[in-house]
């Protein structure tokens, strides 16, 4: 029913776990794409892949050695080719809200991590309404409701309003990145 308002699969990780690195949204490149897993990777060791363009400008060394590298969470970074670099996140302070997403119980993630999810994406934009109804839900269920023309107590028992995760899609696969990356 909620993946009829949302037609096109959005990233979870990038979503909900990105911000809990407590990067400013607007101040700071962002990753050209977010990965909950990595092949060969022990999934429950609660990582953030972020995959990064290579860039020569000052605004991306700036960020490089202010933010990524010396960041507190990060377990290691890597060259995946010539113009992309792996950064890997340890988030298992979080892995409560880690097994959240993957349970798609976005509403129930800590007080920290909305509140970090928050701070990301700020109370006052219009990213913030659909991200407070993810993690509010029963502020918005006759909102919702009207949009899907269904009953507002469906909604409830469901609980959520946004689209369980796609484990493929949270998944890192070189060979569609690879495609991706030459085209």
């Not at 092949?39 to 020569?56: A, F, I, M, Q, T």
């Not at 000052?58 to 995946?80: A, D, M, Q, S, V």
């Not at 970090?116 to 509010?136: A, M, N, Q």
């Not at 919702?144 to 949270?170: F, R």
Request: with cysteine.
């Amino acid at each position: 029913m909620i993946k009829d308002i949302y037609r096109d699969y959005f990233q979870k990780s990038f979503t909900f776990l990105y911000p809990l690195l407590g990067f400013k949204r607007k101040k700071h490149p962002k990753p050209v794409h977010t990965f909950m897993y990595w092949p060969g990777e022990d999934v429950s060791n609660c990582n953030l892949y972020c995959l990064y363009k290579k860039d020569d400008s000052e605004t991306w060394k700036l960020f490089e050695e202010g933010n990524l590298i010396n960041h507190e969470r990060l377990e290691r970074c890597e060259n995946i080719d010539d113009d992309h670099i792996l950064y890997v996140f340890n988030l298992s302070s979080f892995k409560d809200d880690f097994d959240h997403i993957a349970n798609g119980k976005y509403s129930q993630f800590s007080r920290e991590a909305k509140k970090r999810i928050s701070d990301y994406y700020g109370v006052h934009t219009p990213e913030w309404v659909y991200i407070e109804s993810f993690l509010f839900p029963s502020k918005y269920y006759g909102i919702y409701a009207e949009i899907l023309n269904c009953e507002e107590n469906q909604l409830k028992d469901v609980g959520e309003l946004c689209p369980k995760y796609d484990p493929h899609k949270e998944t890192f696969d070189k060979d569609s990145f690879l495609l991706m990356a030459n085209t």
